[in-house]
């Protein structure tokens, strides 16, 4: 499928899409960004992480506000400020806890900028803090803990566990939250309306920026939502299979500068 004609507004996931498999952004991809602006094509991001654990690519990428974490449970600007969030029910929230460990996983919690853990050592905390670049805070029982939440995630080693929680969980929780993977190992809850779809809706209300002029980039589950609600989507070369059946394009893995890549090919039109 052809790129639209205009492409007015570029958002894009972060984790598996815009940083390399080290977290880091490569020099590719901060000038596809920069290029992007000096077309007058604005560029913004939208994540599981919490808005802290993305502060370090505002500066970098001279990102737009407003900017999306939690799957856009809540929306920041470029100083942390809140702008708006939704958070889960708290009687809701204690079910979806007890529903995680059911399934065997760990649990974590996401409450504007806290993170909240039951065990500092177990399985990806150490992959989350250098991911996030900041430190949970341990509590004894998380279920007691299920006020303002804004996002909860499910961890585990085995991804097929993982994968099986999230059937589970739909089914439990499909129509009353949203519920998917952002990674083969983590499965968020966040609120009905903290999806990556209503990120694209928000966004195009808020900048005044049509749909079909707004083109997304994404690797996992949670961003086939913002596929369907955009003009144009492009999947990862690193994608989950299912995630590019449902884009409009594909490019290369995040190893390889996929992300820049489609940048170019499809937003800057530069030759191949």
């Known amino acids: 499928?052809?790129?639209?004609?205009?492409?007015?507004?570029?958002?894009?996931?972060?984790?598996?899409?815009?940083?390399?498999?080290?977290?880091?952004?490569?020099?590719?991809?901060?000038?596809?960004?920069?290029a992007l602006k000096a077309a007058g094509i604005r560029f913004s991001i939208t994540s599981a992480r919490p808005p802290r654990g993305m502060a370090m690519l505002f500066d970098p990428l001279d990102l737009d506000p407003p900017i999306a974490g939690f799957n856009g449970g809540l929306f920041v600007d470029r100083d942390l400020n809140i702008l708006?969030?939704?958070?889960?029910?708290?009687?809701?929230?204690?079910?979806?806890?007890?529903?995680?460990?059911?399934?065997?996983?760990?649990?974590?919690?996401?409450?504007?900028?806290?993170?909240?853990?039951?065990?500092?050592?177990?399985?990806?905390?150490?992959?989350?803090?250098?991911?996030?670049?900041?430190?949970?805070?341990?509590?004894?029982?998380?279920?007691?803990?299920?006020?303002?939440?804004?996002?909860?995630?499910?961890?585990?080693?085995?991804?097929?566990?993982?994968k099986q929680a999230e059937v589970v969980a739909q089914k439990e929780f499909g129509e009353?939250?949203?519920?998917?993977?952002?990674?083969?190992?983590?499965?968020?809850?966040?609120?009905?309306?903290?999806?990556?779809?209503?990120?694209v809706d928000h966004l195009s209300a808020s900048l005044g920026i049509p749909r079909e002029e707004i083109m997304t980039i994404g690797d996992s589950s949670n961003d086939v939502r913002m596929f369907a609600r955009s003009g144009f989507s492009v999947a990862m070369g690193n994608a989950f299979e299912e995630v590019k059946e449902k884009a409009s394009a594909l490019t290369d893995s995040?190893?390889?500068?996929?992300?820049?890549?489609?940048?170019?090919?499809?937003?800057?039109?530069?030759p191949t």
């Not at 977290?23 to 901060?30: E, G």
């Not at 979806?96 to 460990?101: H, Q, Y």
């Not at 150490?126 to 006020?147: G, L, M, N, S, Y």
């Open 84 to 162: 708006s969030e939704h958070t889960l029910d708290p009687a809701m929230a204690k079910r979806m806890i007890g529903l995680i460990k059911d399934q065997g996983l760990d649990v974590w919690v996401f409450r504007g900028n806290e993170w909240l853990v039951e065990d500092r050592n177990g399985v990806y905390v150490d992959h989350e803090i250098r991911t996030v670049q900041f430190q949970p805070t341990v509590v004894e029982d998380i279920a007691a803990h299920c006020d303002e939440i804004a996002k909860i995630v499910g961890v585990g080693e085995d991804f097929d566990r993982v």
């Open 1 to 34: 499928m052809n790129a639209p004609e205009k492409i007015s507004f570029v958002l894009s996931d972060v984790d598996g899409t815009l940083v390399d498999k080290n977290k880091r952004l490569t020099p590719r991809t901060i000038e596809a960004v920069a």
């Open 176 to 199: 009353v939250a949203t519920v998917a993977r952002s990674q083969s190992y983590y499965l968020d809850f966040t609120h009905l309306e903290a999806n990556k779809g209503a990120v």
């Open 254 to 270: 995040n190893a390889d500068d996929g992300f820049a890549k489609a940048i170019e090919r499809y937003v800057l039109r530069k």
